[in-house]
């Protein structure tokens, strides 16, 4: 076969690669042209083929038997009728919100498009949320509050090498999404100053001028300290607060107890560093702050980028070249998938469905009436949490997710999905929450399917088909319009990629992320483009704010927040901080990379400092239990210096992390406080 220009199936950095046939295999190649990643690749795009002969590999529906309460293979159309007709009978008995949908931040813009649409005007439901409310929720409610609309980097990502200094609050971008490493390198090789806020020296802080080592959950408090410093320090750019900004005199009042040495008890920065970091920022020309998910998953998230954003803000930073605030999205498609309607309060184009106006343009393109859209539903927490309770769903479809891995407080929600009536789960091999489901459907995969991706920088990118699925596989599209068709649907659900994505650019027509300049052919003649794109001859917008933010008057807000720390803080009995993360091999749930031989599948481990493993008695290698409030895993102990002596470090990729992570939620964003518990380690 020629090779098939696409994309990577992981991260929101989503490189362009070549699929290309050799012999019997299909092997990854460089695409140099394409100007995100330049041919860069982590080993895990690299690797990536691999998924596409994975043994285990799901080909067939697989019903559970009632009588043995193992799985039967099944036709299509026997698990399909099966399940509309549960669907149709828990909708009869119980009302629609009987009946839950759960998506997923990796699901193209076109699924993630028609799971909203299935949702709303085809089951009726507003029980729709999705895995990535647990990734860059808190960001974007914080990005909306501030600039009027969330875009994650509101400029292209290669323009960080221009920026004077760069501020990483929370993410470990050299292990998370490699490629992307190269811009800091540039960044000071031109002379510019890399800063890290991270509770662990990761392999991102070792690439940094300036490293920054807080207490888990006090990225806020920093904020605020170095706000306090700008402020004293006579750095704030008072024309362009003045012109292009409200708030700030509240937010000056707020910060005036955070002087250095109260900072310094908060977060365990010294001082001196706080005040060394605002005269740094202060003096520089250009700075760039980005947050990830270190600073964002907590339940302060979305008050912390808001603190952060203030900080860019006060410097007259956001909405000039080369500068301004940012968010490094995780998931391969977590910007698209936040836009088009899989959240519990969204309509396609970035668009709230409380909003009267929003209502009836995408009832009109649905051919609907507006009152028969449900209203705003649960979050994805709240939501599993209320599953086979009183009044809550009884039945749920899961696309694209493996819960049982990624959701916080693990066990419970476990439960919670083992009390439903009918779980189905569509998944490409048998994860661990299609390993509890009632009915599984085999669907395609990345390379066997084409559809648009919306990177991290907003830029619409198209993965292209590059192989047919196996015998056997349906899309999530077919799946979904099979069902409709089963259920009498009064809409009409299209199976044809191209087809869903000119209907999505036309329901996002007039929303804050307008897709409806967008098509297949521009973005293949461009190598992407920009939302908002609202014409077929408007260029797209690869640098929002030059001129105004997206407020009603065009300008910035600030906010003036108050540190709280994280909901549960170290006691005697949980003395240590738990926080959680990533490791370079592997990506979110395990469910693709665990299963590919080439990367490496240590299993889980918990870093400690050395003083902490000589407390409990153990040497690196050794295992030990770490318990939370929650529940307990055992795991080998890795001994390191790069982590404070008050915190130990998780990576979630495997089951066990996240049976010990909080729940505790944002009250904005509804984000789970993944980031920081109080834990306590002993032998295992
Ligand atoms: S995982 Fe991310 S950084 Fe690595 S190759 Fe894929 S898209 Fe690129």
Known sequence: MPATETHC?????????????????????????????????CRKGWTSAALLRDRERLTTPLVRDPETGSF????????????????????????????????????????????????????????????????????????????????????????????????????????????AARHLDRLRERGGRVVVVDPRRT?????????????????????????????AGGWVDEEYVEERTTGFDAVRRSVTTWWPERT??????????????????????RVVVL?????????????????????????????????????????????????????????PGYRSIEDPAAREHVAGVWGVSPESLPGKGKSAYELLDSLGTDGGPKAMLVFGSNIVVSAPNAHHVT????????????????????????????????????????????????RRKALDPPDGVRSDLDVMAGLAERLGSPVHLETDPERVFDELGR???????????????????????????????HAGTPRMFLDRFATPDGRARFHAVTHRGPAEQPSGEYPLHLTTGRVLAQYQSGAQTRRIRDLEDTGPFVEMHPLVASRVGVADGERVRLTTRRGAMTAPARVSESIRADTVFVPFHWVGANQLTNDALDPASRMPEFKACAAAVTRG
């Open 291 to 347: 947050t990830a998910r270190g600073a964002e998953q907590h339940a302060q998230g979305s008050d912390t980028v808001l603190a952060w954003i203030d900080v860019a803000l006060a410097l007259g930073q956001c909405g000039r070249p080369y500068s301004g605030y940012g968010c490094l999205t995780g998931q391969g498609n977590g910007q698209g998938g936040r836009e088009h309607g899989q959240k519990a309060d969204q309509l």
């Open 507 to 537: 329901a996002s027509a007039g929303g804050p992320a307008d897709y409806a300049g967008i098509s297949y052919e521009r973005v293949t003649a461009e190598h992407g483009v920009f939302w908002p794109c609202p014409t077929r001859d």
């Open 415 to 462: 439960e919670r999905l083992d009390s439903l009536d009918l779980l189905v789960v569509a998944d490409v091999v048998m994860s661990e929450t299609a390993a509890r489901a009632d009915v599984v459907l085999p669907v395609t995969q990345w390379a066997e399917e084409t559809g648009t991706m919306t990177n991290l920088e907003g830029r619409v990118i198209l």
């Open 72 to 179: 039967r293979a099944a036709s299509w159309d026997e698990a399909l009728d099966l399940v509309a007709a549960s669907l149709h009978g828990h909708r009869v008995q119980h009302g629609p919100d009987a009946v839950a949908v759960f998506g997923g931040g990796g699901l193209t813009n076109e699924k993630a498009y028609t799971l909203g649409k299935f949702a709303r005007a085809v089951l009726g439901t507003s029980m729709i949320d999705y895995n990535g409310r647990w990734c860059m929720s808190s960001a974007a409610s914080a990005g909306t509050r501030a600039f009027g609309v969330d875009r994650g980097l509101p400029f292209p990502l290669a323009d960080v090498e221009q920026a004077d200094v760069v501020v990483l609050v929370g993410s470990n971008l050299a292990e998370t999404m490699p490629p």
């Open 9 to 41: 199936p992981y991260c929101s950095l989503q490189c362009g690669m070549r699929l290309a046939r050799r012999g019997r295999e299909t092997v990854v190649e460089t695409w140099e042209e394409f100007p995100v990643n330049e041919g860069a690749m």
């Open 203 to 231: 392999a991102t802080a070792e690439r940094a001028d300036v490293f920054v080592q807080p207490v888990p959950g006090t990225d806020l408090a920093l904020a605020q300290g170095i706000l306090h410093a700008v402020i």
């Open 264 to 285: 310094e008890r908060v977060t365990g920065v010294p001082a001196e560093q706080v005040r060394d970091l605002a005269r740094l920022l202060g003096e520089a020309q």
